[in-house]
């Protein structure tokens, strides 16, 4: 097409420059004048969009950078990159305003930013994106393409002008000069025209197609009368209002709804571009929303239109506020977490599928004695002695298959830390899933040597301390054998004399008895009378020992019938001192051991029976009473009565207040009662005074609940 | 035939004697041979040695037998007769001065008849001794040694 219609151009000046041969050089003039100006208006034109490019460009690579760094979406580095590209390709052109070195600035600082974001320290990315130097930088790339703009547009209509002019002269003179030639002038004219209107169909659709489709708000409105020229569908969405709606709307009724624009009222008198203002507009629900707004006015076929688009940040700017403080936080939490696995008394370290460290703190990385740096990437066979590898490695290999982590595993072995010490460790393995798949395995190691140590030197000591205890044990039970031994063997020994005397005793008056004197008879009983009692001192030193020492197993006995069998015990006794006895049944159970009660309540009611004033009959009391969890049993008698100083001596073995020859005694009775009762977990006592006669008490345990 | 004799296995010579007085004054036809030690007492019941001859030696009616004994203790004694086929029912009366639970336990356990104690008073023991006599050979009926 374009070279048919240079080939249609160039016949035609082949049939004018016939035509000027006649008409003159005024002609060609006008001709070359008419080519000259057709040429600036084209030249204008493709500056005036170059310009429009490079703004476009400039504004997206700024534009996304900043919601990269707000954001973090990659879609916006994405976009920034190719606005990078596009930015640097439009600068090279010549005719750009901009200068390489301008523009290269520019996107080492976007760049900058983008890296910043790219590790993560988004407040720095964020704030370098918005820093009043970057803000002052674009404020001077805009002002330079806005001068330019205005330059191009003044050129373009300059040049407009002059070609509409030389095309009027052209034509004139053309009309005059020759029919024909008018007629290919007219070839010419038509075929420019229509291929200018093709064109700028084709852009109109385009742009149309653009503002339709995008969320952007964009809106051209006259600036005079102002009616709608065009307004797209997200304007509309903007305010919360439908296209309807919104057309019935006016430009102001419009402003009236946003904060205030400062370059608005110029730009309806003057073509200019207003920098990127931050507006708040109101949407018809009241909700406010925050826009960049972007304003251009311009001359067009003699109307001044304004023309508005914004871009809608309320929720980039809610993310983004939500995301710095998200980051921030997470920063926080983050730099602790990365401060605990650093610091951790614990040795931590993640090894991946393949058994690779991956990271390893401090702490894990001392316990195997390599640096942390000799860790990473290598495997556990690679850091660990072979033998202890051997054992760990199938623990990892599990957690891998089964997904089931292995806690509080007890290891033990050597590493290169200390080769010849055997340690050991409380080590849990955790496997790692990320989406489905098992990455790794997570390992906590809590060393536990010491302890172990400590437990086996206490174990030593355990094993020492009961080895001691049995030796002590044996060598006791040995001498207590030893001693029943002795007991068992004195009593025979010293019982078997005893009855020969009386034996013998027995022979001699049985033999000689005729022959013998009353004073002879009267030895003869006093003999067998000391002997008598010498049998008594060795029963009752074999019933001390036995309840001093032996075992007395206690069991519930119910204390009427021990009381009964001890009376029953003592019957002679009571007989001859015509004791007047009184027992009282009490329904108690007690613990205790059946023979060595009885003998205790025997040893009292005996004692009762026996110290009494001399020429009066023993009124003695036997009762009991349930106290506290425990039965007291109480033996009273209208004694003689016991000085309270004696109270704590008379129940001590071999202790006698009286005499042989007044009250016969061994001084072991009470002795065995104490022993006894406390053997059974009893008390034994005495509430007594001179004269007022005794109570002795036993406070025994009972099985019985209070 | 002469009447069946009482062992009694006693080391101590004055106790024997009142013994054998308490079954004088008792009126105990049956003849008392006192021996002195646990290994005589096995000698005598097995016939060997100097007590080869039943006919001089004849088993007792009973055995009074003393537990602390030279050579060989009382429970020895015991426990070898419980072991012969011809003493497995030989009547055997533990008489002796201990009182001990574990001797009074044991001897039962091993087939002692009856346990005595002797009493330290001269007279006492010669009623203990008579009346065991007593009621041993004439209240008490014995069944025949051999199977």
């Known amino acids: 097409m374009r070279a048919g219609g240079r080939a249609t151009e160039r016949a035609t000046l082949v049939a004018l420059s016939a035509i000027s041969a006649a008409c003159g050089g005024l002609v060609l003039y006008q001709i070359v004048e008419l080519r000259r100006a057709g040429a600036a208006v084209g030249t204008a034109r493709e500056r005036l969009a170059l310009l429009g490019d ?105 040049t407009q002008a002059r070609a509409r002019r030389a095309e009027r002269v052209g034509i004139a003179i053309l009309l005059l000069a020759a029919g024909a030639a008018a007629a290919s002038l007219a070839l010419v004219r038509w075929s420019r025209g229509r291929r200018a209107d093709e064109e700028s169909d084709a852009v109109a659709a385009a742009y149309r197609q653009l503002f339709e489709q995008t969320d952007l708000p964009f809106v051209v409105v006259d600036a005079v009368t102002d009616d709608w020229v065009y307004f797209n569908a997200a304007v509309g969405r903007s305010f919360g209002l439908s296209t309807d709606e919104f057309r019935r709307l006016k430009f102001r009724e419009l402003l009236a709804r946003t904060s205030s624009h400062p370059q608005i009222e110029a730009l309806r008198t003057e073509p200019g571009v207003a920098p990127p203002v931050p507006i708040v507009i109101r949407a018809q629900d009241g909700a406010l929303r925050r826009v960049i707004s972007y304003v251009v006015s311009l001359r067009h076929h003699g109307r001044m239109l304004l023309v508005a688009f914004g871009q809608d940040v309320t929720e980039l700017e809610t993310q983004g506020r939500a995301l710095l403080a998200a980051q921030a936080d997470a920063a926080g939490v983050s730099a602790e977490l990365a401060s605990i696995y650093v610091e951790a008394p614990v040795g931590l370290g993640f090894v991946d599928a393949e058994l690779r460290f991956r990271a390893v703190n401090a702490e894990l990385a001392a316990i195997n004695g390599l640096p942390i740096e000799a860790h990473l990437g290598r495997t556990l066979e690679e850091t660990l002695p072979p033998e202890l ?17 292995l806690r509080a595993l007890e290891l033990h072995g050597r590493t290169r830390a200390d080769p010849d010490r055997e340690r050991w460790w409380l080590a849990s393995y955790v496997p790692v899933e990320i989406a489905g798949r098992r990455v790794g395995v997570n390992i906590v190691v809590v060393e536990i040597t010491a302890r172990k140590e400590a437990e086996a030197r206490l174990q030593e000591l355990n094993a020492e301390l009961e080895r001691r205890v049995e030796e002590r044990t044996r060598a006791l039970s040995d001498s207590n054998a030893q001693l029943e031994m002795y007991t068992y063997s004195m009593a025979h020994d010293l019982r078997a004399p005893l009855r020969n005397v009386h034996s013998l005793a027995e022979f001699l008056v049985e033999d000689h008895g005729a022959e013998l004197s009353p004073g002879a008879r009267e030895y003869v009983r006093r003999i067998v009378a000391a002997a008598g009692r010498m049998n008594v001192l060795i029963h009752e030193l074999l019933v001390y ?48 051991h059946r023979e060595t009660l009885a003998t205790a309540i025997a040893n009292l009611v005996a004692n009762a029976c026996t110290y009494v004033a001399p020429g009066t009959v023993p009124r003695v009391r036997v009762r009991g009473r349930r106290a506290g969890g425990r039965v007291r049993l109480e033996v009273a008698d209208s004694g003689l009565g016991i000085d309270p100083a004696q109270h704590e001596r008379i129940f001590r073995a071999f202790e006698r207040l009286h005499g042989q020859d007044h009250y016969p005694g061994t001084g072991l009775g009470l002795a065995i009662v104490r022993a006894g009762v406390e053997r059974m977990g009893g008390t034994v006592g005495v509430e007594s005074e001179p004269g007022t006669g005794s109570v002795f008490w036993l406070d025994l345990p009972s099985p019985e609940p209070e | 035939m002469q009447s069946t004799p009482v062992l009694l296995v006693e080391d101590d010579a004055i106790d024997a004697e009142a013994i054998a007085r308490a079954f004088r004054r008792a009126n105990i036809e049956h003849p008392l041979v006192a021996l002195k030690d646990g290994e005589s007492a096995v000698a005598y019941l097995a016939g060997h040695g100097e007590f080869g001859d039943r006919g001089r030696h004849p088993l007792p009616a009973f055995v009074l037998l003393d537990l602390r004994l030279p050579r060989m203790s009382g429970l020895e004694v015991l426990q070898w007769v419980r072991g012969q086929p011809g003493l497995r029912r030989l009547p055997i009366v533990v008489l002796t001065s201990s009182a001990e639970r574990r001797d009074l336990v044991a001897a039962y356990e091993i087939g002692a008849n009856s346990y005595l104690c002797k009493p330290v008073e001269g007279a006492a023991l010669q009623a203990v001794a008579a009346n065991a006599g007593r009621y041993w050979l004439t209240t008490n009926r014995p069944a025949d040694l051999e199977p």
Do not use: K, W
């Open chain 1, 545 to 592: 020992a036995r309840v001093t020492r032996e075992a007395l197993p206690a069991v519930p006995l119910p204390l009427d019938g021990v009381v009964r069998d001890a009376i029953r015990s003592l019957q002679a006794l009571c007989e001859r001192s015509g004791a007047d006895l009184v027992v009282e049944p009490t329904g108690a159970t007690v613990l205790a």
């Open chain 1, 389 to 405: 590898a051997l054992r760990i490695v199938p623990l990892y290999r599990r957690v891998l298959d089964t997904g089931e982590p």
């Open chain 1, 54 to 158: 490079l703004r476009i460009a400039y504004d997206a690579a700024e534009t996304n950078q900043r919601a990269y760094a707000v954001t973090g979406a990659v879609e916006h580095r994405d976009a920034q990159r190719r606005a990078a590209a596009e930015l640097r390709a439009f600068a090279a052109a010549p005719g750009s305003p901009l200068s390489m070195q301008q523009v290269e600035a520019a996107l080492a600082h976007f760049a900058g930013t983008i890296a910043l974001r790219d590790r993560d320290d988004a407040a720095v990315a964020v704030a370098q994106a918005f820093s009043p130097e970057r803000r002052a930088a674009t404020r001077d790339v805009h002002d330079r393409l806005r001068a330019a703009n205005a330059a191009a547009d003044a050129e373009l209509l300059r």
